[in-house]
């Protein structure tokens, strides 16, 4: 009787508990409807909050009911851990929650097959496309034809594959995964026949370095290169001579129905292919799942530089698994470094760290976490980043695609802050070093105007002593019917004087779409007044690799400036130079109020150079040289003054500029101001 109850009992409890499961089912499927809601909208969401709202009504319930609050709380912590990492798997997908994929090579290539291994792991489903070189699949991610790249990145014999750095490097792409895959070749042909009867061996050309060994066992064998082992397989079968064999992966031989000859031909049997997977955008990962930071980083060029920054990293816990060089565009002998190393950005200590390396190094661009393959495939003990589930966790688990790393610490302004670097901040340009105890005279006319006036200009003030050539050629004009500049061909003649003279350039940058074409070519860019607050802007100037000279807004507050200034420094260009050029005030007898208490303000405030603009700030030639010596006399790091060889005819500021003798005699003198010791 009793046994029989009991009986009943446990089947109603399996009964419960088999309900149970299905409402798991069911949020897991809400879950994802919502991840593919999120993807589609592409808004960073706040999900600290929306996780505390959760769990404290689940609490509610709980108690209501009264269950253990706590046991609740940690069963939905649980669960809530496994949405986020079934949101991470998701990625981006289409409606029907398929994600495209595209590789290089074509089906059954190494580059497919590890494309497949990554989205079975994943649990993803998915539609691979191949494409015929990396760049071209890169382009497909960029075009929005697929949601993730698979591309490689190294090969454990041949080492980094250089294109794919360029890529990294150049485009707007993030990496959110990566695979292994185990190179594994084998030799195959159209029918079961004795080695010695082969003439000729189609192969990739790593593929058949990769079996030298082997292939200097066949002496009478003649070899073909082909792009891709999947393609020499294919043609081998195509071809259906019984003479002619095939090197690559079995795969490709199976999906060939070829016959394979020889298994393991490779002279290593220990040789593996690494590739990444990228995105548009970066993905946020649960903190408890171990995970690798890709970043590419430029160090100061001084002795001792990526060392300070490889120090940081490893004073903060996090071990470094690949350290990569490349050269800098553009600088001879000046390296980029590609950086991996165990950590996530979602945990405080990662995020802490690289704001202090933000702090060393002139540009960073984190190209994201993700979970680490390497690592769980070959876990080792106490090596794995010391995240546990802990409260501040559980406040990030349902973050899912973000477009940002989420701040460590709160404080406002943190990387201008001086506080966060005790250091003055001083921005190479050219050969020229700008800010600490150098003074830097930059002038030039308001706007570049022809070739023969910049090129006279450059020659002038290169010999009164000045450092860098100014010349706007896209203009910000009050009316849409002045001089707008002379555009792309005025910065053509503003490169010619500037190479002709030896002197770095500077210019205005206008619109994020200008942004790339005017690094590669100019030295300094130039952001505007009217432009501080172009928050656009100032992002897209956070991801190149070139200093920008950031001016104050016309009614901005130099805390506001400073905001302005954290943006860029926040995308990874730690190259921020501010200038004050005069603010808006009700005085009338200036154009501007040049307010030099900015300069001390700043020098106290932040590390970041203090340049000082004379002419906009007081709108009239003979105030600016009193000015520019008053500017050098509170501490400022340098000067942006106009010049113009007649500047009556300039095209733009004409009231302003100074003349070729005015120029002179202000430098002539600069030389014997005295500067206030150091703030
Ligand atoms: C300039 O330097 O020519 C210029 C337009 O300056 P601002 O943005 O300070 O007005
Ligand atoms: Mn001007």
């Excluded at 593996?272 to 548009?280: A, C, G, I, N, P």
Aim: net charge negative; with cysteine.
């Amino acid at each position: 009787m009793t046994t029989d109850r009991i009986e009943a009992l446990r089947s109603r409890l399996d009964g419960v508990d088999t309900e149970l499961v299905r409402l798991i089912a069911r949020r897991f499927d809400l879950v994802g409807e919502i991840g593919r809601a999120k993807e589609r909208s592409a808004s960073t969401i706040q999900d600290a909050e929306r996780e505390r709202r959760v769990l404290e009504a689940v609490e509610g319930t709980a108690r209501q009911l009264g269950v253990s609050a706590n046991l609740v709380r940690r069963v939905f912590q649980e669960i809530i851990s496994h949405a986020v990492s079934q949101q991470s798997a998701q990625l981006a997908g289409d409606d029907t929650g398929r994600v495209r994929l595209a590789f290089q090579g074509v089906e059954h290539s190494t580059g497919h097959l590890a494309a497949q291994k990554f989205v079975a792991g994943r649990g993803l489903e998915a539609h691979l496309v191949g494409h015929p070189t990396f760049r071209a699949a890169v382009a497909a991610l960029l075009a929005d034809e697929a949601e993730l790249a698979v591309v490689p990145i190294e090969n454990t014999s041949a080492g980094s594959i250089t294109e794919v750095y360029a890529l990294l490097r150049e485009q707007a792409v993030f990496i959110v995964g990566e695979e292994t895959w185990k190179v594994d070749h084998c030799l195959a042909a159209p029918d079961m026949v004795p080695l010695a009867s082969l003439g000729r061996i189609l192969a990739q050309p790593q593929a058949l370095e990769q079996c030298a060994q082997f292939l200097q066992t066949l002496p009478q064998v003649a070899t073909t290169t082909y792009m891709d082992s999947a393609e020499a397989m294919r043609a081998v079968a195509t071809a259906g001579d019984a003479g002619v064999a095939a090197i690559g992966p079995p795969e490709a031989a199976a999906a060939n129905r070829l016959a394979i000859l020889r298994h393991g031909i490779s002279d290593s049997d220990a040789d593996y292919t690494r590739f990444v997977v990228l995105s548009r955008s970066p993905v946020a990962v649960d903190p408890r799942i171990p995970c690798k930071t890709s970043l590419i980083l430029v160090t100061r060029h001084e002795e001792g530089a990526l060392l300070r920054c490889l120090e940081i990293l490893s004073g903060s816990g996090h071990s470094m698994t690949k350290l990569e060089s490349r050269p800098r565009p553009g600088k001879p002998w000046e390296y980029m470094f590609f950086l991996d190393f165990e950590g996530n950005v979602a945990e405080p200590r990662t995020a802490a760290a690289l704001d202090e390396l933000r702090s060393s190094a002139p540009y960073i661009k984190v190209l994201g976490s993700y979970p680490a393959k390497a690592l769980r495939e070959h876990p080792q003990p106490g090596q794995l980043p010391g995240a546990r589930p802990d409260e501040s966790a559980a406040e990030t688990l349902e973050a899912v695609v973000v477009t940002e790393s989420p701040p460590a610490r709160r404080s406002k302004h943190r990387l201008v802050d001086r506080a966060s670097r005790s250091e003055d901040t001083v921005v190479q340009a050219g050969g020229l070093l700008i800010g600490g105890a150098g003074f830097a005279v930059m002038a030039g006319p308001c706007s570049v105007e022809s070739a023969e006036q910049i090129g006279d200009t450059a020659r002038f003030v290169r010999d009164q002593g000045a450092h860098v050539l100014r010349g706007g050629v896209f203009k910000p004009r009050t009316s849409p019917y002045a001089f707008q500049g002379l555009g792309w061909s005025g910065l053509e003649l503003l490169v010619a004087a500037g190479r002709e003279t030896g002197l770095p350039i500077i210019t205005e940058v206008m619109a994020v779409e200008q942004v790339q074409r005017l690094a590669q070519a100019a030295d300094i860019l130039q952001v505007g007044a009217r432009n501080m607050q172009n928050f656009d802007l100032l992002r897209e100037l956070g991801k190149v690799d070139r200093p920008v000279l950031l001016k104050r807004g016309l009614s901005s507050t130099i805390d506001e400036w400073l905001g302005a200034a954290e943006y860029v420094l926040a995308h990874g260009n730690q190259q921020v130079i501010l200038c004050e050029r005069g603010i808006r005030t009700f005085e009338s007898a200036t154009r501007n109020t040049l307010d030099l208490s900015a300069v001390v303000v700043l020098r106290e405030r932040t590390h970041l150079p203090v340049i000082v603009d004379p002419s906009h700030g007081t709108g009239y030639r003979p105030y600016v040289a009193p000015m520019a010596w008053a500017a050098r006399a509170v501490g400022a790091h340098g000067l942006l003054i106009e010049v113009h060889p007649a500047p009556q005819q300039a095209l733009s500021d004409a009231d302003q500029s100074l003349s070729f003798a005015e120029f002179g005699a202000l430098m002539r003198h600069l030389a014997t101001v005295p500067t206030v010791p150091s703030v």
